[in-house]
T-cell receptor, first 111, second 114 residues
């Protein structure tokens, strides 16, 4: 049982480059989330989705985009990377508002 | 705006002791509260989920309580072990017609001293 899988685990970007963080879950969860975690700052919600075709902004959406074309996948797109986007990104999923399951994280550095 | 606070930020206790971790939140209109542990360089692992209608949940040596009226939750760890060393985070969930708000505390870093 894979749970929530994120790729890549590590990535270094140059300022202005773009990339997509992939997230897939095999638990048939309808709710999916993207968080970023910065040292001493806790987790901040970037975007979330309550089902395929439905996405909404979280607390810190600027500089990011998401899509949810299937139940399983919830990719996070970074456009024009900036040093402020250096962080650890976590994808999570849940069945409605139930227990939240997290991926292992993607560590992104923007230089 | 919901704010979640965990004090202390770090805690060290000798092995075998019982301990309590604290979580405070400002808006009592929560849907549920969840406790997680995070090991260094890893994702978060769910420990306990308490629905707003519940007062406590237990799993093994862990017991979480919820007092909505006072905006507090505690995580009790009995007979602590070195393997319990990790960062513990709480998160409160507000759900309003598909508008999902899950707010995390900044965590308590727990070290169990052998």
């Amino acid at each position: 049982n894979a749970g929530v899988t994120q790729t890549p685990k590590f990535r270094i970007l140059k300022i202005g480059q773009s990339m997509t963080l992939q997230c897939t879950q095999d638990m048939n969860h309808n709710y999916m989330y993207w968080y970023r975690q910065d040292p001493g700052m806790g987790l901040k919600l970037i975007y979330y989705s309550v089902g395929a075709g439905i996405t909404d902004k979280g607390e810190v959406p600027n500089g990011y985009n998401v899509s949810r074309s299937t139940t399983e996948d919830f990719p996070l797109r970074l456009e024009l990377a900036a040093p402020s986007q250096t962080s650890v990104y976590f994808c999570a999923s849940s069945l409605y508002t139930g227990e939240l399951f997290f991926g292992e994280g993607s560590r992104l550095t923007v230089l | 705006k919901q704010e979640v606070t965990q004090i202390p930020a770090a805690l060290s206790v000798p092995e075998g002791e019982n301990l309590v971790l604290n979580c405070s939140f400002t808006d009592s209109a929560i849907y549920n509260l969840q406790w997680f542990r995070q090991d260094p360089g890893k994702g978060l692992t769910s420990l306990l989920l308490i629905q707003s209608s519940q007062r406590e949940q237990t799993s093994g040596r862990l017991n979480a309580s919820l007092d909505k009226s006072s905006g507090r939750s505690t995580l009790y760890i009995a007979a602590s072990q070195p393997g319990d060393s990790a960062t513990y985070l709480c998160a409160v969930h507000i759900s309003n017609f598909g508008n999902e708000k899950l707010t995390f505390g900044t965590g308590t870093r727990l070290t169990i001293i052998p």
